[in-house]
Protein backbone atom coordinates (compact mmCIF):
# COMPACT_ATOMS: atom_id res chain seq x y z
CA UNK A 1 0.00 0.00 0.00
CA UNK A 2 1.50 3.34 -0.86
CA UNK A 3 2.30 5.89 1.96
CA UNK A 4 1.46 8.90 0.15
CA UNK A 5 -0.32 11.53 1.67
CA UNK A 6 -1.64 14.65 0.23
CA UNK A 7 -3.00 18.34 1.54
CA UNK A 8 -6.27 17.81 -0.68
CA UNK A 9 -7.84 21.31 0.64
CA UNK A 10 -7.84 24.19 3.04
CA UNK A 11 -9.73 26.72 5.20
CA UNK A 12 -8.47 29.74 7.02
CA UNK A 13 -10.74 32.42 8.79
CA UNK A 14 -9.40 35.78 9.24
CA UNK A 15 -6.96 36.10 12.20
CA UNK A 16 -7.22 38.84 14.85
CA UNK A 17 -9.77 40.50 17.44
CA UNK A 18 -12.79 38.69 16.95
CA UNK A 19 -14.90 39.56 19.67
CA UNK A 20 -18.48 38.22 17.70
CA UNK A 21 -16.85 34.67 16.98
CA UNK A 22 -16.58 31.75 19.75
CA UNK A 23 -13.99 29.14 19.81
CA UNK A 24 -16.88 26.59 18.10
CA UNK A 25 -17.46 29.14 15.47
CA UNK A 26 -13.86 29.20 14.47
CA UNK A 27 -13.87 25.93 14.21
CA UNK A 28 -16.86 25.01 12.03
CA UNK A 29 -15.45 28.35 10.02
CA UNK A 30 -12.51 27.09 9.01
CA UNK A 31 -13.18 23.18 9.03
CA UNK A 32 -16.31 23.84 6.52
CA UNK A 33 -14.09 25.66 4.44
CA UNK A 34 -11.66 23.15 4.32
CA UNK A 35 -14.16 20.50 3.26
CA UNK A 36 -15.38 22.53 0.69
CA UNK A 37 -12.09 23.52 -1.11
CA UNK A 38 -11.15 20.01 -0.85
CA UNK A 39 -14.68 18.66 -2.49
CA UNK A 40 -14.96 16.42 0.24
CA UNK A 41 -18.35 15.77 2.10
CA UNK A 42 -18.01 15.32 5.57
CA UNK A 43 -19.34 11.68 5.58
CA UNK A 44 -16.27 11.07 3.85
CA UNK A 45 -13.92 12.25 6.56
CA UNK A 46 -12.70 9.02 8.93
CA UNK A 47 -10.49 11.28 10.97
CA UNK A 48 -10.97 14.40 13.65
CA UNK A 49 -7.67 15.89 14.76
CA UNK A 50 -8.10 19.12 16.85
CA UNK A 51 -5.27 21.46 17.37
CA UNK A 52 -6.17 23.75 20.77
CA UNK A 53 -3.69 24.91 23.42
CA UNK A 54 -6.23 26.75 25.82
CA UNK A 55 -4.29 26.35 29.06
CA UNK A 56 -7.05 28.11 30.70
CA UNK A 57 -7.82 31.11 28.03
CA UNK A 58 -11.26 29.20 27.86
CA UNK A 59 -13.78 27.02 30.34
CA UNK A 60 -14.09 24.86 28.04
CA UNK A 61 -10.82 21.98 27.64
CA UNK A 62 -12.37 18.95 25.87
CA UNK A 63 -13.00 20.51 22.26
CA UNK A 64 -12.73 17.91 19.90
CA UNK A 65 -16.09 17.24 19.26
CA UNK A 66 -16.68 20.76 18.03
CA UNK A 67 -16.01 19.63 14.65
CA UNK A 68 -18.68 17.74 14.94
CA UNK A 69 -20.83 21.04 14.75
CA UNK A 70 -20.09 21.17 11.31
CA UNK A 71 -22.52 18.38 10.32
CA UNK A 72 -24.51 15.87 11.64
CA UNK A 73 -22.86 13.66 9.04
CA UNK A 74 -19.86 13.27 11.05
CA UNK A 75 -21.30 11.76 13.79
CA UNK A 76 -19.44 8.30 14.90
CA UNK A 77 -16.21 9.86 13.48
CA UNK A 78 -13.02 9.48 15.72
CA UNK A 79 -12.16 12.94 17.00
CA UNK A 80 -9.36 13.75 19.08
CA UNK A 81 -7.36 16.99 20.60
CA UNK A 82 -3.59 17.42 20.37
CA UNK A 83 -2.08 20.02 22.85
CA UNK A 84 1.80 20.71 22.04
CA UNK A 85 2.19 24.18 23.20
CA UNK A 86 2.93 26.30 20.23
CA UNK A 87 3.27 23.79 18.12
CA UNK A 88 0.02 22.05 18.53
CA UNK A 89 -1.02 22.61 14.90
CA UNK A 90 1.39 21.13 13.00
CA UNK A 91 1.50 18.30 15.77
CA UNK A 92 -2.43 17.42 14.78
CA UNK A 93 -0.89 17.66 11.10
CA UNK A 94 1.83 15.13 11.76
CA UNK A 95 -0.76 12.96 13.93
CA UNK A 96 -3.57 13.47 10.82
CA UNK A 97 -0.33 12.01 8.19
CA UNK A 98 0.61 8.98 10.46
CA UNK A 99 -2.81 7.98 10.43
CA UNK A 100 -3.32 8.78 6.36
CA UNK A 101 -0.31 7.23 5.83
CA UNK A 102 -0.84 3.74 8.02
CA UNK A 103 -3.99 3.33 5.81
CA UNK A 104 -6.08 3.73 9.27
CA UNK A 105 -7.82 6.84 7.76
CA UNK A 106 -8.20 7.56 3.88
CA UNK A 107 -9.22 11.16 4.93
CA UNK A 108 -8.88 13.42 7.91
CA UNK A 109 -9.76 16.54 9.04
CA UNK A 110 -7.56 18.75 10.32
CA UNK A 111 -8.52 21.96 12.15
CA UNK A 112 -6.56 24.30 14.14
CA UNK A 113 -7.80 26.98 16.41
CA UNK A 114 -7.68 29.52 19.47
CA UNK A 115 -9.83 32.21 20.91
CA UNK A 116 -7.30 34.63 22.72
CA UNK A 117 -8.57 38.05 22.89
CA UNK A 118 -11.42 39.24 25.37
CA UNK A 119 -9.27 38.01 28.01
CA UNK A 120 -7.59 39.96 30.97
CA UNK A 121 -3.91 40.19 29.54
CA UNK A 122 -2.58 38.15 32.53
CA UNK A 123 -4.72 35.15 32.21
CA UNK A 124 -3.25 35.25 28.66
CA UNK A 125 0.24 35.83 29.64
CA UNK A 126 -0.27 33.00 32.67
CA UNK A 127 -1.28 30.29 29.80
CA UNK A 128 1.45 30.43 27.83
CA UNK A 129 3.72 30.71 30.46
CA UNK A 130 2.63 27.39 31.28
CA UNK A 131 4.56 26.35 28.06
CA UNK A 132 7.91 27.37 30.18
CA UNK A 133 9.18 24.72 32.82
CA UNK A 134 10.81 28.02 34.75
CA UNK A 135 8.63 30.16 34.64
CA UNK A 136 4.98 28.61 34.64
CA UNK A 137 2.91 29.10 37.43
CA UNK A 138 4.43 32.57 38.37
CA UNK A 139 3.54 35.76 37.92
CA UNK A 140 4.94 38.13 34.63
CA UNK A 141 4.26 41.01 33.47
CA UNK A 142 5.98 40.68 29.96
CA UNK A 143 5.38 36.60 29.98
CA UNK A 144 7.18 35.41 26.88
CA UNK A 145 8.75 38.02 25.45
CA UNK A 146 11.35 38.34 28.25
CA UNK A 147 12.16 34.65 27.56
CA UNK A 148 12.76 35.61 23.98
CA UNK A 149 14.16 39.41 25.06
CA UNK A 150 16.97 36.93 27.24
CA UNK A 151 17.82 35.22 23.88
CA UNK A 152 18.23 38.48 22.48
CA UNK A 153 20.19 39.67 25.17
CA UNK A 154 22.51 36.68 25.08
CA UNK A 155 22.91 36.92 21.34
CA UNK A 156 23.99 41.08 22.01
CA UNK A 157 26.80 39.54 24.00
CA UNK A 158 28.39 37.39 21.88
CA UNK A 159 27.59 39.16 18.58
CA UNK A 160 27.41 42.64 18.76
CA UNK A 161 24.06 44.99 18.78
CA UNK A 162 20.81 43.58 16.84
CA UNK A 163 18.00 46.43 17.51
CA UNK A 164 18.19 47.79 13.77
CA UNK A 165 18.39 43.71 12.29
CA UNK A 166 15.09 42.95 13.96
CA UNK A 167 13.39 46.06 13.01
CA UNK A 168 14.69 45.14 9.11
CA UNK A 169 12.66 42.17 9.86
CA UNK A 170 9.59 43.34 11.53
CA UNK A 171 9.07 46.38 8.76
CA UNK A 172 9.49 43.06 6.44
CA UNK A 173 6.72 41.40 8.06
CA UNK A 174 4.71 44.18 8.22
CA UNK A 175 4.55 45.10 4.36
CA UNK A 176 4.16 41.19 3.96
CA UNK A 177 1.31 41.22 6.03
CA UNK A 178 -0.29 44.09 5.13
CA UNK A 179 -1.12 42.04 1.68
CA UNK A 180 -2.48 38.68 3.00
CA UNK A 181 -5.97 39.18 3.67
CA UNK A 182 -5.96 36.76 6.86
CA UNK A 183 -3.91 38.36 8.60
CA UNK A 184 -3.98 40.23 12.17
CA UNK A 185 -1.70 43.17 11.35
CA UNK A 186 -2.10 44.64 8.03
CA UNK A 187 -0.93 47.98 7.92
CA UNK A 188 2.76 48.86 6.97
CA UNK A 189 5.65 50.03 9.07
CA UNK A 190 8.71 51.93 8.02
CA UNK A 191 12.05 50.14 9.65
CA UNK A 192 12.78 53.93 11.33
CA UNK A 193 9.32 53.16 13.35
CA UNK A 194 10.30 49.82 13.99
CA UNK A 195 13.66 50.98 15.23
CA UNK A 196 12.25 53.70 17.48
CA UNK A 197 10.65 52.85 20.78
CA UNK A 198 8.31 55.34 21.42
CA UNK A 199 4.44 55.80 22.52
CA UNK A 200 3.48 54.15 19.70
CA UNK A 201 5.88 51.13 20.02
CA UNK A 202 6.81 50.80 23.06
CA UNK A 203 9.65 48.76 24.57
CA UNK A 204 8.41 45.71 25.94
CA UNK A 205 11.45 43.88 27.64
CA UNK A 206 14.37 45.49 26.10
CA UNK A 207 15.41 44.99 23.24
CA UNK A 208 12.06 44.07 22.04
CA UNK A 209 9.92 46.72 21.22
CA UNK A 210 6.12 45.95 20.54
CA UNK A 211 7.20 45.87 16.89
CA UNK A 212 9.34 42.67 17.64
CA UNK A 213 6.49 40.95 19.35
CA UNK A 214 3.65 38.98 17.27
CA UNK A 215 0.32 39.91 18.57
CA UNK A 216 -2.46 37.68 20.33
CA UNK A 217 -5.03 36.56 18.21
CA UNK A 218 -7.97 34.49 17.66
CA UNK A 219 -8.34 32.14 14.79
CA UNK A 220 -8.71 29.03 13.03
CA UNK A 221 -7.34 27.05 9.91
CA UNK A 222 -8.30 23.86 8.46
CA UNK A 223 -6.97 21.17 6.03
CA UNK A 224 -8.20 17.91 4.25
CA UNK A 225 -5.50 15.04 3.95
CA UNK A 226 -5.81 12.18 1.96
CA UNK A 227 -4.58 9.35 -0.32
CA UNK A 228 -5.85 10.86 -3.83
CA UNK A 229 -6.86 14.30 -4.91
CA UNK A 230 -10.45 15.46 -5.05
CA UNK A 231 -10.58 19.14 -5.79
CA UNK A 232 -11.67 20.05 -9.38
CA UNK A 233 -10.77 23.88 -7.85
CA UNK A 234 -6.77 23.57 -7.64
CA UNK A 235 -4.23 20.55 -7.61
CA UNK A 236 -3.19 18.72 -4.48
CA UNK A 237 -0.06 19.46 -2.44
CA UNK A 238 1.92 16.76 -1.60
CA UNK A 239 3.70 15.98 1.63
CA UNK A 240 7.08 14.82 1.02
CA UNK A 241 8.20 14.18 4.48
CA UNK A 242 7.54 15.48 7.89
CA UNK A 243 10.28 15.09 10.79
CA UNK A 244 9.69 15.87 15.28
CA UNK A 245 12.31 16.75 17.56
CA UNK A 246 12.08 17.58 20.88
CA UNK A 247 14.34 19.66 23.62
CA UNK A 248 15.17 18.99 27.18
CA UNK A 249 12.27 21.68 28.69
CA UNK A 250 14.85 23.07 31.11
CA UNK A 251 16.29 26.39 29.62
CA UNK A 252 19.26 24.77 31.65
CA UNK A 253 19.88 22.56 29.70
CA UNK A 254 19.87 24.27 26.44
CA UNK A 255 22.04 26.70 25.02
CA UNK A 256 19.19 29.46 24.78
CA UNK A 257 20.91 30.30 21.04
CA UNK A 258 21.21 26.86 20.09
CA UNK A 259 17.67 25.62 18.83
CA UNK A 260 19.36 22.86 18.90
CA UNK A 261 15.93 20.23 17.87
CA UNK A 262 15.17 23.07 15.79
CA UNK A 263 18.13 22.17 13.90
CA UNK A 264 17.94 18.65 14.11
CA UNK A 265 14.23 18.44 13.02
CA UNK A 266 15.32 20.57 9.65
CA UNK A 267 17.97 18.58 9.31
CA UNK A 268 15.63 15.46 9.31
CA UNK A 269 12.95 16.75 7.44
CA UNK A 270 15.16 17.60 4.08
CA UNK A 271 17.09 14.37 4.73
CA UNK A 272 14.07 12.54 4.20
CA UNK A 273 12.95 14.83 1.25
CA UNK A 274 16.36 14.20 -0.12
CA UNK A 275 16.63 17.95 -0.80
CA UNK A 276 18.41 21.21 0.88
CA UNK A 277 17.43 24.08 2.13
CA UNK A 278 18.95 25.77 -1.05
CA UNK A 279 16.44 23.61 -2.76
CA UNK A 280 13.40 25.36 -1.13
CA UNK A 281 11.34 27.78 -2.68
CA UNK A 282 10.15 29.76 0.13
CA UNK A 283 9.54 29.22 4.32
CA UNK A 284 7.25 29.58 6.77
CA UNK A 285 9.01 29.32 9.94
CA UNK A 286 7.93 30.44 13.44
CA UNK A 287 8.63 33.77 14.10
CA UNK A 288 7.19 34.36 17.40
CA UNK A 289 9.44 37.25 17.87
CA UNK A 290 11.53 39.03 15.41
CA UNK A 291 14.89 37.33 17.12
CA UNK A 292 13.03 34.13 16.63
CA UNK A 293 12.89 34.81 12.78
CA UNK A 294 16.49 35.88 13.26
CA UNK A 295 18.01 33.22 15.39
CA UNK A 296 15.97 30.62 12.73
CA UNK A 297 17.93 31.97 10.03
CA UNK A 298 21.23 30.96 11.00
CA UNK A 299 19.70 27.40 12.16
CA UNK A 300 18.37 26.57 9.05
CA UNK A 301 21.72 27.61 7.09
CA UNK A 302 21.08 30.67 5.47
CA UNK A 303 24.45 32.42 7.11
CA UNK A 304 26.31 31.34 9.74
CA UNK A 305 25.82 31.26 13.13
CA UNK A 306 26.18 35.17 14.87
CA UNK A 307 25.36 36.48 11.17
CA UNK A 308 21.92 35.72 10.55
CA UNK A 309 21.56 40.00 9.53
CA UNK A 310 22.93 38.83 6.30
CA UNK A 311 20.30 36.99 5.04
CA UNK A 312 17.97 39.58 5.21
CA UNK A 313 20.57 42.77 4.86
CA UNK A 314 21.69 41.08 1.48
CA UNK A 315 17.67 40.00 0.78
CA UNK A 316 18.26 36.27 0.64
CA UNK A 317 14.92 35.86 2.70
CA UNK A 318 12.52 38.45 0.69
CA UNK A 319 9.76 38.14 -1.87
CA UNK A 320 12.64 38.21 -4.63
CA UNK A 321 15.57 36.92 -2.86
CA UNK A 322 17.02 33.12 -3.14
CA UNK A 323 14.59 31.52 -0.46
CA UNK A 324 11.31 34.20 0.72
CA UNK A 325 10.75 33.63 4.28
CA UNK A 326 7.03 33.84 6.07
CA UNK A 327 5.13 35.79 2.21
CA UNK A 328 2.26 35.57 4.60
CA UNK A 329 4.11 38.20 7.31
CA UNK A 330 4.67 35.26 9.52
CA UNK A 331 3.31 34.83 13.17
CA UNK A 332 4.83 38.19 14.10
CA UNK A 333 1.80 40.09 11.30
CA UNK A 334 -0.34 37.15 10.66
CA UNK A 335 -0.93 36.64 14.13
CA UNK A 336 -0.54 33.76 16.60
CA UNK A 337 -3.49 32.13 17.47
CA UNK A 338 -1.79 29.25 19.33
CA UNK A 339 -2.99 26.22 18.96
CA UNK A 340 -4.14 27.31 14.73
CA UNK A 341 -0.92 28.48 13.97
CA UNK A 342 0.52 25.23 12.72
CA UNK A 343 -1.95 24.86 10.46
CA UNK A 344 -2.55 28.12 9.09
CA UNK A 345 1.44 27.63 7.75
CA UNK A 346 0.56 24.36 6.30
CA UNK A 347 -2.61 25.68 4.60
CA UNK A 348 -0.57 29.22 3.45
CA UNK A 349 2.29 26.97 2.07
CA UNK A 350 -0.21 24.84 -0.10
CA UNK A 351 -1.87 27.98 -1.25
CA UNK A 352 1.34 29.30 -2.51
CA UNK A 353 2.73 25.93 -4.04
CA UNK A 354 -0.66 26.19 -6.20
CA UNK A 355 -0.87 30.05 -7.04
CA UNK A 356 -3.47 30.40 -5.01
CA UNK A 357 -2.24 32.60 -2.12
CA UNK A 358 -4.26 35.73 -2.49
CA UNK A 359 -1.33 37.97 -0.54
CA UNK A 360 2.43 38.07 -2.05
CA UNK A 361 2.31 35.01 -3.83
CA UNK A 362 6.05 33.32 -5.10
CA UNK A 363 6.25 33.01 -8.69
CA UNK A 364 6.86 29.12 -10.11
CA UNK A 365 6.99 28.03 -6.18
CA UNK A 366 7.50 24.04 -6.16
CA UNK A 367 8.97 23.11 -3.04
CA UNK A 368 8.23 24.62 1.03
CA UNK A 369 8.92 23.63 4.01
CA UNK A 370 7.08 24.68 7.35
CA UNK A 371 8.83 25.19 10.90
CA UNK A 372 6.55 25.35 13.97
CA UNK A 373 8.03 25.28 17.33
CA UNK A 374 6.66 25.22 20.97
CA UNK A 375 7.94 26.82 23.72
CA UNK A 376 11.61 28.06 23.53
CA UNK A 377 12.45 25.65 20.66
CA UNK A 378 11.42 22.32 23.04
CA UNK A 379 8.86 20.87 20.40
CA UNK A 380 10.03 21.37 17.03
CA UNK A 381 7.86 20.23 13.77
CA UNK A 382 9.26 20.54 9.89
CA UNK A 383 7.25 19.70 6.84
CA UNK A 384 8.45 19.53 3.22
CA UNK A 385 5.76 20.37 0.95
CA UNK A 386 5.87 19.84 -2.76
CA UNK A 387 3.61 21.24 -5.67
CA UNK A 388 2.42 18.52 -7.80
CA UNK A 389 1.51 21.00 -11.11
Known sequence: MSDEAWILGWGHTAFGKRPDSTLESLVVEAGSAALADAEVAPGDIDLVVVANYNAGMSPLGFVSSLALQISEDLFGVPALRVENACASGSTAVHVALGQVRSGQAR??????????????????????????????????????????????????????????????????????????????????????????????????????????????????????????????????????????????????????????????????????????????????LHDCFTIAELQLYEVIGLAPRGQGRRAIEEGTVLPDGALPVNPSGGLKSKGHPVGATGVSQHALAAMQLTGTFPGRQIPNARLAAVHNMGGLAVANHVTVLAATE
Open 107 to 284: RALVIGAEKMTGLPPETVGAALLGADYDMAGKPSATGFTELFAAVARVYEERYGPVGDTLATIAAKSHRLGALNPYAHLRKELSEEFCATASPQNPMISAPLRRTDCSPVSDGAAALVIGREPTSRAHPPVRVVSQAHANDFLPGSKRDPLAFAATELAWQRALGLAGVTTADLDLVE
